[in-house]
């Protein structure tokens, strides 16, 4: 009997990712995390475990890692302090999770997957998803462990900006869509997708980017392929991205690496829309298309096929 | 010169709607109503107004009836208070602004379309969405203002039923998706879609539904259509539905009507999905589908078709 196949793919998020800011002991750091969170969720993959399993561990450990914009790394708000969001799709039922503006859930992935499969509902915000974390005892955190000296620093950065530039745009200097995500392909054929994210730095009015979107920001479905943003969150609600790939190959007879090219650098860069994602489609190809200067990606493939990425 | 084809199309919600459950009276008023929302939106493009004009305007009339929940007549949340979502998007640009979990926002359509031209977001929620309001001196109502004694009444109902009924299914007795949405076409062409809802009765946790869900609940582009959705939200989220219909027209080339039949009455149906949508393409051809019981709707176009109905 042949072995099926199957394949993960993350990402740690999309920008202005240039060599020329990184050292190389960061660039390291980086590689190691985005290998370590492959490696976990390969090795769920290769054990038989299911699709949703592995981009959920594969999150959960991107999550912890302060180096990303998603648990322990999330960024500052312009109160000072964090709203994180998550979303998880099972392309085998179209079952989705999906939580937006949590201040205290340690790791937002594992409450969107406890929605998925202990709620009636899809999407849950704010102190109501966290009193469904608190019934269902999902871990929770006081807002000194999602405090990092370096997002402090960034947060003050970009307030002291705004005293000079009334209209500007957040992030002028550096722009950097910190999210992470996962999808995969398990050896039954299913596929799976998972996107946490703490949102925009300075951010205010409770503001929802796309990563907790269903349809935008995170898609699977089996007979299409699974989907994972990073971005300008408002260009990918507004494209909503990730379905829009699936339905290219579905309703358009497109492949994966044509759709994704399709939308990623055509129709988002016309409309304006910086970032990228990662995709598997259902015969385990991987594609990590972006139209910003990085993204922190990597893929691992049971056909041998593995990579670890930052830059263009 | 030819006149230009202009249309619009309005609903109130889907659900168990059923003849003899209604007084001649209650009928009378809902029709009434729906009439009224009709010609406002229809006014407005009549003297050339635009689409997204036309649709606020509807929707607004829709939401200071205590008839539809929506605005003045939003149901109660578990807490017995009011939690209104909204969304709102231009066809001609792809720019949309959608809003959710407020409190005290008098007309969310409006503060949707405020956010969709007056801030780099799309998508904002509860207290923040609020402090955005009052920014943009958005007009705010106390608790009072959204109380009515039937929604009162029907919180209290299946408040009790859920003492009898663990695992109980919300609405058991009478599924009522309360939403009101409008589409339109203006004579210039261009499309716009615009939903408000209060959500479910008796809800908890913050759940957001897929009104203000740009693809799901709320989708226009000039391209293909305009579409605004009423049902068991968490369904038409997983199926994105909104944008579906775009894409088989775009991609596949269905007609809007094979469009929303596939939809609606197939995908929808095979997924456990209840409700309705209003649909209005390019071309000015309105579809009103639904597969549940039925669906408070209207439509008027130029070429002098009208229609107000409620049942199937």
Chains 1, 2 share one sequence.
Do not use: W
């Not at 492959?38 to 769920?44: A, H, K, N, Q, S």
């Not at 704010?126 to 269902?136: D, T």
């Not at 399709?262 to 015969?283: S, T």
């Amino acid at each position: 009997m042949s072995k099926k196949k199957f394949a993960i793919a993350v990402h740690g998020g999309a920008g202005t990712i240039l060599k020329k800011m990184m050292t190389a002991e960061k660039e390291k750091l980086y590689k190691k995390a985005l290998t370590i969170a492959l490696e976990v969720g390969y090795d769920i993959l290769e054990e038989g475990g299911t699709a949703v399993d592995a981009v959920e561990a594969a999150v959960y450990e991107l999550e912890n890692f302060p180096l990303f914009n998603a648990g322990k790394g999330a960024v500052f708000t312009h109160n000072g302090k964090h709203e994180m969001d998550a979303a998880i799709m099972d392309g085998s039922t179209l079952k989705a999770g999906a939580v937006t503006c949590l201040n205290q859930v340690r790791n937002p992935v594992v409450l969107a997957r406890e929605v998925m499969e202990h709620s009636e509902h899809v999407f849950l915000s704010g102190k109501g998803a966290e009193q469904f974390a608190r019934m269902r005892k999902i871990k929770l955190e006081k807002d000194n462990y999602f405090f990092t000296d370096e997002r402090y620093k960034q947060l003050q950065e970009v307030i002291n900006e705004e005293g000079a530039h009334l209209d500007h745009n957040i992030n002028v200097k550096e722009k950097k869509f910190g999210t992470v995500g996962a999808v995969a392909l398990d050896v039954n054929g299913n596929l799976a997708a998972a996107t946490s994210t703490g949102g925009m730095t300075n951010k205010r009015f409770g503001r929802i980017g796309d990563s907790p979107i269903i349809g935008s920001g995170t898609y699977a479905n089996n007979n299409t392929c699974a989907i994972s943003c990073t971005g300008h969150g408002e260009f990918f609600i507004r494209a909503v991205v990730a379905y829009d790939i699936s339905c290219l190959i579905e309703y358009k007879g497109m492949t994966l690496k044509q759709a994704c090219k399709e939308v990623v650098n055509n129709k988002l860069v016309k409309l304006g829309g910086e970032g990228g994602l990662i995709a598997i489609d259902k015969n385990g190809n991987v594609e990590l298309p972006f139209n910003s200067d990085g993204m922190y990606r990597g893929y691992k493939s049971s056909n041998g096929k593995e990579l670890i990425a930052i830059y263009k």
